[in-house]
């Protein structure tokens, strides 16, 4: 069964960059069925979809976050991060990582597997 | 972007009821719709895709139906455990998006 784990630092500075790492342990991120996403939920709202990674590094952006976002892959440490530059108080927000499955050739895709979620609090 | 929106925002219902939550599409999505369930302080959890695809470990009295712009999720007979927030996902085309969320409380 494949799990995820997001790291990293639980308050960031207004302006600042904000970065985390998912590590993956049960499965391997090369696997070719997978894209590795980027997920967040501000307290008390819905979801928003960040970006993703394939194990190639090819990756999509949410378009309302592009011009911020960069998610990478360290394959030898089975690892996927996200950095947010500029942040602002409206980046508060639970970050999830997960993975995204697709299904050939019908192009299902789903997020089937999720880490626990970590706060990131955006404040001087 | 593919806006998905949720109806009702809030439900209350009783252990034992039949239960549907309704998810509509700004543009035809076909059958690319995902059902999640979150609860309070947890990562959501895969219930259904393809739009009626159970997911393995999920119990038959969640089901999934609808294509193009209009979907529904049905729950059969509600047990104590169903009471959290539930989101449909479009998978169509990127970005993907969640609808705002149903959320399940006890009568």
């Known amino acids: 069964q494949v799990q995820l784990q997001e790291s990293g630092p639980g308050l960031v500075k207004p302006s600042q960059t904000l970065s985390l790492t998912c590590t993956v342990s049960?499965?391997?991120?090369?696997?070719?069925?997978?894209?590795w996403s980027w997920i967040r939920q501000p307290a008390g709202k819905g979801l928003e979809w960040i970006g993703r990674i394939y194990t190639s590094g090819s990756t999509n952006y949410n378009p309302s976050l592009k011009s911020r976002v960069t998610i990478s892959v360290d394959t030898s440490k089975n690892q996927f991060s996200l950095k947010l530059s500029s942040v602002t108080a409206a980046d508060t927000a639970v970050y999830y990582c997960?993975?995204?499955?697709?299904?050939?050739?019908?192009?299902?895709?789903?997020?089937?597997?999720w880490g626990q979620g970590t706060l990131v609090t955006v404040s001087s | 972007d593919i806006q998905m929106t949720q109806s009702p925002s809030s439900l209350s219902a009783s252990v034992g009821d039949r239960v549907t939550i309704t998810c509509r599409a700004s543009q035809s999505i076909s059958s690319y719709l995902n059902w999640y369930q979150q609860k309070p302080g947890k990562a959501p959890k895969l219930l259904i895709y393809a739009a009626s695809s159970l997911q393995s470990g999920v119990p038959s009295r969640f089901s999934g139906s609808g294509s193009g712009t209009d979907f529904t999720l049905t729950i059969s007979s509600l047990q104590p455990e169903d009471f959290a927030t539930y989101y449909c996902q479009q998978s169509y085309s990127t970005p993907p998006s969640f609808g705002q969320g149903t959320k399940l409380e006890i009568k």
């Open positions: 049960g499965g391997s991120i090369s696997s070719g069925s997978y894209y």
């Open positions: 997960a993975s995204n499955i697709v299904v050939v050739p019908a192009a299902i895709s789903y997020f089937d597997y």
